[in-house]
């Protein structure tokens, strides 16, 4: 009874259920135990915040994954004033905080405590600087991409111009089987790498055969 109302309720949300070993894509999910498990531990009504909150605001339609959904059902009930008061208000803040980007660097900290506790602080305190009575104090996540364009720099200089080279070449490769999405998980989960770092290499790469 129990999954079949959750299917019901991601069915009216559009969202698709695929299966366990399947990669979800944006506005799917596989996560159907846990949907499961937050219906039954908190009602109806709070499952229905915790997917409109992800499915209905930007850039977050590909992160119904299990520690994301387990976070955004905790922040549902930490800020259930802030959703009684106004709705509207907590989705505005969902469309501007990086969800994927926190989620990505708090998988850094698996072992130590669990990507969902990770997650849910992070966002806390990221959406907590856009509510209305903040909003003369914008925040300018710009910082995210001028620190990963350092890193990225910099582990770049410490390879030699061969191995970039080489690197470069095998990136584009893989990139040219891969949608951009696939890509970019690959990059993430079996490299480890940056979709920034990556370019920098293929752009090495790229520049070494148009000079052959």
């Known amino acids: 009874m129990t999954e079949a109302l959750v299917r019901s309720i991601c069915a009216e949300f559009e969202i698709k259920i695929i299966p366990a070993n399947e990669f979800p894509k944006p506005g799917e999910t596989r996560a159907v135990a846990t949907l499961a498990s937050i219906l039954e531990k908190h009602g109806e009504g709070h ?34 004033e802030w959703i009684e008061k106004d709705l509207s208000d907590w989705y505005q803040a969902w469309d501007k905080i990086p969800v994927g980007w926190i989620t990505w660097h708090c998988q850094a900290l698996y072992g130590v405590v669990t ?46 111009a061969e191995k970039a080279i080489e690197a470069g070449k095998t990136l584009l490769a893989v990139k040219a089987s891969l949608s951009s999405r696939e890509f970019n998980a690959w990059l993430r989960e079996a490299v480890g790498m940056t979709r920034h770092a990556a370019d920098r290499y293929m752009k090495k790469a790229a520049a070494d055969q148009a000079a052959a």
């Open 115 to 160: 990507v969902r506790q990770a997650a849910a602080g992070a966002m806390y305190v990221l959406l907590t600087a856009y509510t209305k009575n903040k909003a003369d104090r914008p925040m300018d996540f710009d910082f995210i991409r001028r620190t990963d364009d350092i890193q990225d720099a910099r582990m770049l200089r410490q390879v030699p």
């Open 47 to 80: 499952l229905r915040i915790v997917l409109s909150t992800l499915n209905e605001t930007k850039g977050n339609q590909g992160l119904m994954i299990a520690p994301i959904l387990w976070a955004t059902s905790d922040l549902v009930l930490a800020c259930s």
